[in-house]
């Protein structure tokens, strides 16, 4: 019979395996409820959610030190990973980003926001999870054309938003 030392280390051990297995196989499973919206510098989601169907609607702040008008929007889901992918580390790839006009473009001016999808602003949402039902999570990348209003160019701004189907 083993010792009580020996007992308590090992009920210890097989505790701490456990529970980094939870977190570990967990991840990215939609378990943690946690929503977020990360873009490139400059810019941030003042408010964001996914609808039932998928699209993402967005209300958009800036603060690049000029105005800038939104002229297209562009969204894709990234693909979860597998139970196997996770266990194994396998790093999943962008995905690619199709950016299509805005019906009605949207002008922001700096340190401000406004609403780009959805609501008052004419804009259907860009839907990013179609294959998600209500209540899942959606992964998917952003992408916004953007100009300048103190130039005359116009550029792709990309990032990523995670959050559940309403």
Do not use: W
């Not at 003042?46 to 169907?53: G, I, L, V």
């Not at 609501?119 to 998917?140: R, T």
């Not at 054309?145 to 550029?155: D, F, G, H, I, Y």
């Amino acid at each position: 019979m083993p010792s009580t030392p020996i007992l308590a280390g090992l009920v210890v051990v097989i505790f701490l395996a456990a529970y980094f297995a939870y977190a570990f196989l967990s991840q990215g499973s939609g378990e943690s409820g946690r929503s977020y919206c990360l873009l490139h510098a400059g810019y941030s989601c003042a408010a964001f959610q996914f609808d039932s169907a998928g699209g993402v609607l967005l209300d958009l702040s800036q603060s690049t030190g000029s105005a800038v008008t939104l002229t297209g929007i562009g969204c894709t889901e990234y693909p979860l990973p597998s139970f196997i992918d996770r266990l194994l580390g396998t790093k999943q790839g962008i995905p690619e980003v199709s950016v299509t006009p805005l019906s009605n473009p949207i002008r922001i001016e700096d340190r401000a926001h406004a609403v780009i999808t959805g609501g008052a602003s004419g804009n259907a949402p860009p839907v990013c999870c179609a294959s998600a039902s209500s209540g899942a999570e959606c992964k998917a990348r952003v992408a916004f054309r953007v100009s300048l209003e103190n130039a005359s160019v116009s550029q792709i701004i990309v990032g990523d938003v995670t959050g559940r189907l309403r």
